[in-house]
Structure formats: structure tokens, C-alpha cells
């Protein structure tokens, strides 16, 4: 699985857009990238993943650089609930075991 | 959505003792669960996979006879810390995958379960 490194920890003033980057330089063409995050004693949630194009949902918005080697992850109107630590991973799809490497995540601090 | 469901959310037992962690899908079926691990201040480590039917996988460093995975139906698994020690002491959290979903590998992961070893 290609390795991905992020920030140990970043800071967001409340209310405003939370910009989460990860580099991915070794993903491979039928690998996806899937962002988690874990809110502090809970278990990790899901949030967005996406192959090559942008994506968006009710969370969040994932953008991927054309050469796919990087990713960003926007919380577009962060909150103090935001504050986590938020996990970037390279995985294939389907057709596999589906296990999940964690590597070390970003720490999101949002302040008031 | 897809929920998965730990019990007990924590526990406290005697050095010596063993502890079972149960983990269940409640509104989905998987033929694959997976069980972590994490300490203080640190990143989930995968324990092991657990099949549905068949013996678990277990990642490498993690000892098999010590951490016994039994996944008996399509909507729950159990991990037993056997002879538990201090050092098991930890936070073990479960995920699934739901059975026949195709595409991405999106895991929905438990709440998690505290153990202390005293």
C-alpha cells in the first residue's frame, strides 16, 4: 500500500475553513484515497474517499491533484466538534482483504 | 447507515484473568471484521482480520494464542484477552466491512472497548 505523510497536528479558528493536506506520491492507479478521523476515546468515523476526481458530501470535500499524488481534505465551516485527529490512507478497492493501515493522522485543533 | 456495535465499551479485570470483547454488525451482515489496538497517544495498530467461518488472521508480532478471535456468525466477533497482564492494557476497537458491497473500502468501526489490566 503506498505510505502517505501528513502534518502532525494543524490549528482552525471556528467557523472557518479546515484545509487537511496529504501527500501520496507512490499511489498506484487503482488505489484509492479514504480520510477517517477519530474524535478523542471514540472509534475512527469515515468521512470521504475518491479515486481521481473531487469529491463532496455532507462532511466534507476531498480534492485530488491531477497527478494524484497529493490529496487535501476540506472541512468547509469547522467547528469545535472538528477537533480530532484525521487519518489520510491509500488502499485499493474491492477484491482484497480491506484492512486499513493507520499511519500517525493530522491532529485538528479548532479554537474558538 | 452501517452501525457496529462493541461490548463492554470498557472493563477493568485481575492480572491472570481473561476478557472477551464482543463486536456486532447490527444492520448488516460480514463475512470480515477487524480488530485494533491502541495505546495512549498513539495510532491504531491492526491486531488481526477475522473471517467469518475460519481462523483469523493475524497481523505480524501478535500473538494468536494470546488474543483469540472467534467469528462465529455474519454479525459478530469476539476477541479474548487471555491471561491478561498490565501491558494489555488498551484500547481494542473493532470495524467491519459489510458483506457484497462492492467499490471502495469503506470500514465502519466500533466505539471501542478500554481495557485495564490491574
Known amino acids: 500500500d503506498a505510505k502517505t505523510t501528513q502534518p502532525p497536528s494543524m490549528d482552525c479558528a471556528e467557523g472557518r475553513a479546515a484545509n487537511l493536506p496529504c501527500n501520496h506520491s507512490?499511489?498506484?492507479?487503482?488505489?484509492?484515497v479514504y480520510w477517517y478521523r477519530q474524535i478523542h476515546s471514540q472509534g475512527p468515523q469515515y468521512i470521504i474517499h475518491g479515486l481521481k476526481n473531487n469529491e463532496t458530501n455532507e462532511m466534507a470535500s476531498l480534492i485530488i491533484t491531477e497527478d494524484r499524488k497529493s490529496s487535501t481534505l476540506i472541512l468547509p465551516h469547522a467547528t469545535l466538534r472538528d477537533t480530532a485527529v484525521y487519518y489520510c490512507?491509500?488502499?485499493?478497492?474491492?477484491?482484497?482483504?480491506?484492512?486499513?493501515?493507520f499511519g500517525q493522522g493530522t491532529t485538528l485543533q479548532v479554537k474558538p | 447507515g452501517a452501525v457496529v456495535s462493541q461490548h463492554p465499551s470498557w472493563v477493568i479485570c485481575k492480572s491472570g484473568t481473561s476478557v472477551k470483547i464482543e463486536c456486532r454488525s447490527l444492520?448488516?451482515?460480514?463475512?470480515?471484521m477487524f480488530w485494533y489496538r491502541q495505546f495512549p497517544k498513539q495510532s491504531l495498530m491492526l491486531m488481526a482480520t477475522s473471517n467469518e467461518g475460519s481462523k483469523a488472521t493475524y497481523e505480524q508480532g501478535v500473538e494468536k494464542d494470546k488474543f483469540l478471535i472467534n467469528h462465529a456468525s455474519l454479525t459478530l466477533s469476539t476477541l479474548t484477552v487471555t491471561s491478561a497482564h498490565p501491558e494489555d492494557s488498551s484500547f481494542y476497537i473493532c470495524?467491519?466491512?459489510?458483506?457484497?458491497?462492492?467499490?471502495?473500502?469503506?470500514?465502519?468501526f466500533g466505539a471501542g472497548s478500554r481495557l485495564t489490566v490491574l
Open positions: 507512490t499511489i498506484s492507479g487503482n488505489e484509492y
Open positions: 470495524s467491519a466491512r459489510a458483506s457484497g458491497r462492492t467499490g471502495a473500502n469503506v470500514l465502519t
Open positions: 444492520d448488516f451482515q460480514a463475512t470480515t
Open positions: 490512507i491509500v488502499r485499493l478497492g474491492s477484491g482484497n482483504t480491506g484492512k486499513l493501515i
